[in-house]
């Protein structure tokens, strides 16, 4: 832009030149002067390339805030030590493929804000999990994120309607509408889990998914054998890695 503006001084000044016929009151550009303007356009041009690569680096570096929702006892804990466990191994490959995970750790139910960062790929994921019960008071905490992880638990039938009703509420603010969302149907190991098919036309998933204007991601996970781990992973690196910028 400096660069455009210097080239227009320079046309200016070479036309008034011309125009006066290179009389004594307007000064001649001499072939000089014009290297004098050409250089300090490109040194101009060349910081700002400069100061753009170190705000994309800095962007690129800086922490994406994500929340973890949904009610009580869907197992939002424990997917967050699972993923802190998986991301500190040296080989995730290897240990994805050998289940390196062990037992699925213990979990107290979450009162107020569980706070989990964890590093992938040299980029910090910083997850806010909200106490179920802190349901009424979700949207205080949409501000800061950038993206939402929804966990229902699909074995247990009694509360899938309340779920559904919160996840629609999210879905329908204001400042989550730019959101990437990634909706967790967990439990698949347990013999009481509802099939993918009985779910979705439950909470009319094909609707929700039509009508919301989020980016929504559907995943079916066992976080307690630790299925679905890895494609948190990959949703976290392809939709969230550059929503940050949007905050
Ligand atoms: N069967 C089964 N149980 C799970 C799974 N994930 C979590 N749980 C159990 O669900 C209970 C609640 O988990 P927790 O992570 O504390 O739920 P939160 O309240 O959503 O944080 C614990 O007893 C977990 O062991 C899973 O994938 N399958
Ligand atoms: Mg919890």
Redesign the pocket.
């Known amino acids: 832009m400096s660069s455009a503006i210097l080239n227009t001084v320079i046309k200016t000044v070479v036309q008034c030149s011309e125009t006066f016929g290179g009389k004594r009151s307007v000064p001649r550009v001499t072939r000089y002067d014009t290297t004098i303007y050409f250089a300090t356009a490109i040194l101009l041009r060349g910081s700002c390339l400069v100061i753009s690569g170190l705000s994309l680096f800095v962007i690129l570096m800086a922490e994406v805030q994500l929340l973890v929702l ?12 699972r993923l802190k466990t998986l991301t500190a191994q040296q080989n995730l490959a290897q240990a994805q493929q050998k289940q390196e995970l062990g037992e ?7 009162i107020g804000v ?1 706070l989990v960062t964890v590093t992938h790929h040299r980029k910090k994921y910083t997850f806010r ?1 909200l ?2 019960a802190m349901g009424p008071i979700w949207n205080n905490y949409f501000k800061e994120a950038a993206c939402i992880v929804y ?1 229902i ?1 699909i ?1 247990n039938q009694t509360q899938i309607a309340s779920a559904c009703i919160q996840l629609l509420e999210v879905l329908s603010s204001k400042q989550t509408q730019e959101m990437a969302v990634l909706l967790i149907f ?5 013999p009481d889990c509802m099939s993918m098919s009985e779910i979705s036309a439950i909470i009319r998933l094909r609707e929700v998914l039509a009508n919301a204007r989020q980016d929504i991601t559907v995943l079916e ?5 630790g ?1 679905g781990l890895n494609r948190i992973l990959k949703w976290l690196q392809e939709k969230c890695s550059l929503s940050s910028l949007a905050k």
Do not use: H, Q, W, Y
């Open positions: 949904g009610p009580e006892g869907v197992g939002k804990t424990v997917m967050l030590k699925a750790p213990s979990t107290v139910p979450t569980n999990e106490g179920g966990v638990d074995a967990n439990k698949i190991d347990s996970c066992s976080f307690r054998e299925t």
